[in-house]
């Protein structure tokens, strides 16, 4: 297992959509690994494999706050959103990829989604709640989706432009 780097806004990869898993390899076992242990490093509770640079359809989520709790890791491979109800919710979103930067977003409040496990069996589950909005955003993320897309342009540009001008900085040091 290994920490791998973020990709941050506006890096133009959080942008492409990811490729659908065939089957499940020793390297998607160890994709997964690592992207948890980048998720709780972070920390955070959720990441999409484009997070991390590599265009796959694979998700990991751990909603358990604190460094006490027991850790609950969760892994969907080709995750699909199948139903989402019209009752919505409004979460504050934050983003490993867009550090430091909340908003609140509008989702529906609860989803059924189905994916590939890794011992490569298809599952289906009903999330509601902070789940149902993780699952949503890190899905989306697979589409090349970013929560701030839901923001309205002139907090999408501001913010856009704020990340663009501290990579700027950074790669002219």
Known sequence: M???????????????????????????????????????????????AIQIGVPKR??????????????????????????????????????LSIPEYYEEVERPASIKLRYMDLDGKSQEIAAEGLLATCLQHEVDHLNGVLFIDYL??????RVTKRFAKVAKRESAA
Request: glycine share 4%; net charge negative.
């Open 2 to 48: 290994a920490i791998r780097p973020l990709v941050i806004l506006p890096d133009s990869v959080l942008r492409q959509v990811s490729a659908p898993v065939d089957t499940i390899t020793p390297e998607i076992k160890s994709l997964a690994a690592d992207m948890l242990e980048t998720m709780y490093d972070a920390p955070g509770i959720g990441l999409a």
């Open 58 to 95: 694979i998700v990991t989520i751990d909603l358990s706050k604190s460094d006490e709790a027991e850790k609950a890791p969760m892994v969907f491979v080709n995750p699909e959103v199948i139903w989402t109800s019209e009752e919505t919710n409004v979460h504050e979103e934050g983003c």
């Open 152 to 157: 309205s342009r002139l907090k999408r540009e």
